[in-house]
C-alpha cells in the first residue's frame, strides 16, 4: 500500500510499481483534470506539481511519488477564488477546447512556486513544454503577461 | 511495460553492488520510462536513486564545479553561479527538453540516455543497436542521424546536448563500480562509439553509478543549437566551444555522431589561440572535414559550418 498526498489529502493506493502516476491520478483517485494524450512527454497536457515543481506526470511513477506533495488542477481553486493564473486565462480567453489548460496552468504555477514575482518571459518559458493543438498561443503569452503584471505571488 | 520491483537502498555506496544487466538504477527516469513504454528495455527492478544519498549539491571546487549526480537540469539552467563560469553547460541545458523534464532530468542520466533514431526506439524493429543486425537508417530515413563515422554499424546520433558541453569543457565524472572502487573517467572517454560486444553508448559496466560530475570553468564558452522548431527538439546540429584556463579552444558538435564529436579539424585550423576573423573563418570552414553525410542529411553540414562560426565568434 502506498499513500500518496494530492491536493493536501492522503490517498492510499494499492498500485504495482509500473503504475505511471498520471494513469494512477485519473483512474484510481478519478482526478482527470490532469490529461491523458501522448504518454510519452511529448505534449505536456498531463503537467502537475511535484513539491512545487512542474512534472510531466506520464513520465513518473507512482511509487516514486511517497512523500512528495502532488498537486493536480483540482486543487488550485479556493472555493470561487482562482489563482492569478488561472483568472489570466479566463480574462485573456487564453484556451479554445481546454484539454491542454490543466496542463499550462500548472506549469505557470510552478514557475510562480519557483519565483513569485516571475516576470513575462518566465512565464512563457514555462509553457514552452506544453503544445496547444488549437493553437491559443497568442493569448497563452497574454496570460502570462498578464499574470507578471498583476502579481507578485498569488499562485494559490 | 512489463512488471518489475522497485527498491530504495538508502545509502548510495551500497547501490552499485546490487545492480546486474536486469537490475538497473532510476533517476529522473525522462528516458528510462519512455524506453520501458515501448518495451525496449525490460529490467526486473529498479533501484531508485532519489531515494538514497546520492549527491544532490553544486559545489564550487578549485578551478570549477562539481555537481552531484541527482542534480537536475534546471537547477544548472537557474544557478547564476554556473550560468556565469560554465555558459557552454548552461546554456545547453536550458535549450534541452522542456521545464517539465528539466526538473526531473539529472545531470548523470542526461549523459547516459539512448539515441532517439526512430528505428531504434520501434519495439518491432531489430535494429543492430537493439541487438539485432544490419542499420535500418543507413539506406531509410535518416535525415537527423549522423553525418560523420557513418560507416559503423549504426548511424544514431547522441541525443544529449550537455554532453557535448560538457567533452568541450573537459569535464569528468566520477563512477562507483560494484566492488566499492571509485575512478574518474573524462566525458570524452565516458561516452564512445558503440561496439559488437558493448550495444551502448557509453563504457560503463551495469554494476557502475555515476556520483559526480566536475567541471573546469571556462566563462567563456557557449553551446548553440539548431532545432526544427524554437525549442523542444533535439539537436538537428549543436555546437560547444569553449577557452579552457591554459587557452585551448575546444569545439565539440552534438546531433553529427554517435557520441560527441570533437571537431579536430576545425581547431587545428585555428592555429594558435588568437581567435581573429580570420581563424574563425578559417575554421568553420574545415568544421565538416571528414564528414560523410547520408542520403537525406547534408542538410547538417552548412549548419555545422555556420554553429561553429557563430561559436567561435561568441568566445573571441
Known amino acids: ?156 | 511495460m512489463t512488471p518489475f520491483d522497485y527498491q530504495r537502498i538508502p545509502e548510495a555506496a551500497a547501490v552499485p553492488a546490487q545492480l546486474t544487466p536486469t537490475v538497473r538504477p532510476l533517476a529522473g527516469g525522462t528516458d528510462l520510462l519512455t524506453r520501458l513504454k515501448a518495451c525496449l528495455d525490460r529490467p526486473d527492478a529498479l533501484v531508485d536513486l532519489k531515494a538514497s544519498d546520492l549527491g544532490r549539491a553544486i559545489d564550487r571546487v578549485d578551478g570549477g564545479w562539481r555537481l552531484g549526480a541527482l542534480v537536475t537540469l534546471s537547477r544548472i539552467q537557474h544557478h547564476p553561479g554556473l550560468r556565469a563560469d560554465v555558459p557552454a553547460l548552461a546554456e545547453a541545458v536550458s535549450q534541452a527538453a522542456t521545464p517539465q523534464l528539466r526538473n526531473r532530468a539529472t545531470i548523470a542520466g542526461n549523459l547516459l540516455q539512448r539515441p532517439r533514431c526512430w528505428y531504434f526506439r520501434n519495439e518491432r524493429v531489430q535494429c543492430w543497436l537493439a541487438g539485432g543486425e544490419g542499420c535500418p537508417a543507413r539506406s531509410g530515413r535518416n535525415e537527423h542521424h549522423a553525418v560523420f563515422d557513418t560507416d559503423g554499424p549504426c548511424v544514431a546520433t547522441h541525443p544529449s546536448d550537455p554532453a557535448a558541453a560538457l567533452v568541450a569543457l573537459g569535464a569528468t565524472v566520477t563512477v562507483l563500480d560494484g566492488g566499492g572502487g571509485e575512478r574518474e573517467l573524462a566525458v570524452a572517454d565516458l561516452l564512445v562509439p558503440p561496439t559488437d560486444e558493448r550495444r551502448v553508448e557509453h563504457v560503463l559496466a551495469a554494476d557502475d553509478v555515476i556520483t559526480a560530475v566536475t567541471v573546469p570553468s571556462a566563462p567563456r564558452s557557449t553551446y548553440l543549437k539548431a532545432m526544427d522548431r524554437a525549442v523542444w527538439a533535439f539537436a538537428l546540429v549543436g555546437v560547444a566551444a569553449a577557452v579552457s584556463a591554459d587557452g585551448e579552444v575546444r569545439l565539440v558538435a552534438s546531433g553529427v555522431a554517435n557520441t560527441p564529436w570533437r571537431l579536430a579539424g576545425a581547431e587545428a585550423a585555428l592555429a594558435g589561440p588568437g581567435l581573429t576573423p580570420e581563424a574563425i573563418d578559417r575554421a568553420a570552414a574545415a568544421a565538416t572535414d571528414g564528414a560523410a553525410p547520408l542520403a537525406e542529411n547534408g542538410y547538417k553540414l552548412p549548419l555545422l559550418r555556420t554553429l561553429t562560426h557563430r561559436a567561435l565568434t561568441a568566445v573571441a
Open chain 1, 1 to 156: 500500500m502506498l499513500t500518496l498526498t494530492v491536493n493536501g489529502q492522503p490517498h492510499p493506493v494499492a498500485v504495482e510499481p509500473r503504475r505511471i502516476l498520471l494513469d494512477v491520478l485519473r483512474r484510481d483517485l478519478g482526478l482527470t483534470g490532469t490529461k491523458e494524450v501522448c504518454e510519452m512527454g511529448n505534449c505536456g497536457a498531463c503537467t502537475v506539481l511535484l513539491d512545487d515543481e512542474a512534472v510531466y506526470s506520464c513520465l513518473v511513477l507512482a511509487v516514486e511519488c511517497e512523500a512528495q506533495e502532488i498537486e493536480t488542477v483540482e486543487g488550485l481553486a479556493r472555493g470561487q477564488e482562482l489563482t492569478a493564473v488561472q483568472e489570466a486565462f479566463v480574462a485573456c480567453d487564453a484556451l479554445q477546447c481546454g484539454f491542454c489548460t490543466p496542463g499550462q496552468i500548472l506549469s505557470m504555477e510552478g514557475a510562480l512556486r519557483r519565483r513569485p514575482d516571475a516576470d513575462e518571459a518566465a512565464l512563457t518559458e514555462a509553457v514552452t513544454g506544453n503544445l496547444c493543438r488549437c493553437g491559443a498561443y497568442r493569448n497563452i503569452v497574454a496570460a502570462a503577461g498578464r499574470v507578471a503584471a498583476t502579481s507578485s505571488g498569488g499562485a494559490g
